[in-house]
């Protein structure tokens, strides 16, 4: 599903990496003088009043291609002691040189310069340029300091040669293909349409050779409207497993509240069971040829506690009686899973819809799966040679759709569920005859939650 794509590639962006950096205090009304490392780079901070102005310079500075082409400008962070972020803005490149002139509030604070796709991301990359070094002078306090950088990595969003194309624009360009890389359409749909409008209204001003004046506010806005659709994206997902995270915790919560419930029923078959082995034992004490029997009997209570252990421990598992529900419906187990398989003759020729009794089986099959955990399900379509090999795909597909929309309809989620048509290219093994109607079925694998 398109779902668990997501989450996969959510997980993928993460590629966290720890730099030390010099966190350096500036006095009130001073000038601090801070070194960048490594280059020839020095940054003229001066503390005035409630804000700090810093004057960032740098001699020789490498092209954004030495560290990936995905990189379209160098942005100057300054980090507070808690490790948060501050964007203080883009460095201006003229040749090898660069230089910004910026402020913060901050009056603790470390520097880092990092190459990223675009001026206005909320993070900085992996890809560390320069960092804040001892400053000059024995009278500053400062002290080093790890922080995490590279929350977030770019190195899928590639672009193709962009000539002598304005940075801006190149930057506006690749801040909505990570839009697109990062599932913005899906989880943030009208921001993300609010970008697409942005940035093909710049490509119209650009193929039209538009003043650059005018270009340059479209291209802010494609760009601020592309970091707006990648940040609600990215914030929609997040919410999105954390909802599922609290509904399996809760979903676990009530199995574990039904589980103490039916602890007292064992309590006091185990209290009987103690009882009876005590009254064996004051059995014994009458008569030696009784002893027997009452081993006999403490044999069939070590029996009962085990029996009550094996209890305990099958009700805190959903899953075996699910499958043992699954089998008496008349699926089997298969490597893949508890498969179920809705044959050629379930389905009217050549066409989605049911046949006679068909329903009553799945509608038996929704009933146990929904029943309490709810299982993933995979349902795969296949055909037979007997259809046309340019709509066995189509029909292989829409019957295996139809089945999960019932499944879907009759109470089982649809995060749960996933369909796909393979048309004739997966024939059943062993069956040459490849227009043996034993091809043309629907396989509904279900698998542990």
Known sequence: M???????????????????????????????????????????????????????????????????????????????????????????????????????????????????????????????????????????????????????????ATLPPQGGIDTRVTQARMAFRIAQLEGAEEFAGPRFRQARVAVDSMEELLRRQMDTEVLDAYVNDAIRLSVWAIESGREAQVRMHLETVTARAESAERDNERLQQEIPQLDVALAESIQRQGELRDSLQVSRAENREQELLRTEVERGLRTAESEIERLSDPWPPIVDALIS???????????????????????????????????????????????????????????????????????????????????????????????????VAGIEDRSDPIHARVEIIITEP
Do not use: C, K
């Open 2 to 156: 398109a779902i668990s794509l997501a989450f996969s590639l959510l997980a993928a962006i993460f590629q966290v990496t720890t730099v030390e950096s010099i966190m350096v205090t500036v006095p009130p009304g001073a000038r601090v003088d801070i070194p960048l490392s490594p280059g020839d780079g020095e940054v003229e901070v001066r503390r005035r009043t409630s804000r700090t102005t810093v004057e960032v310079r740098i001699d020789s500075i490498d092209p954004l291609g030495a560290f990936d082409n995905t990189m379209r400008a160098y942005v100057v962070w300054a980090v507070s002691p808690e490790g948060e972020f501050e964007n203080l803005g883009e460095l201006e490149i003229d040749g090898r040189e660069a230089e910004l002139d910026t402020a913060t509030t901050l009056q603790r604070f470390g520097l880092l310069v990092t190459a990223e796709p675009y001026f206005n991301v909320p993070s900085p990359s992996s890809m560390v340029a320069f960092m804040s070094a001892p400053p000059t002078g024995n009278d500053v306090r400062f002290e080093s300091q790890p922080v995490e950088v590279g929350r977030h990595d770019y190195s899928t």
């Open 329 to 427: 419906a008349g699926a089997r187990q298969t490597a893949r899973g508890v498969q179920v398989t809705l044959t050629a003759d379930r389905f009217e020729e050549d066409s989605v819809e049911f046949a006679e009794g068909t329903r009553e089986l799945l509608a038996r099959l929704a009933g146990i799966v929904t029943f309490d955990t709810v299982p993933r399900i995979r349902i795969d379509g296949h055909m037979s040679d007997s259809v046309p090999s340019s709509e066995a795909f189509t029909l292989s597909e829409e019957r295996a759709a139809v089945v999960s929309n019932y499944l879907f309809d009759a109470g089982v989620p649809l995060e749960r569920l996933r369909s796909e048509g393979f048309g004739i290219s997966r024939p």
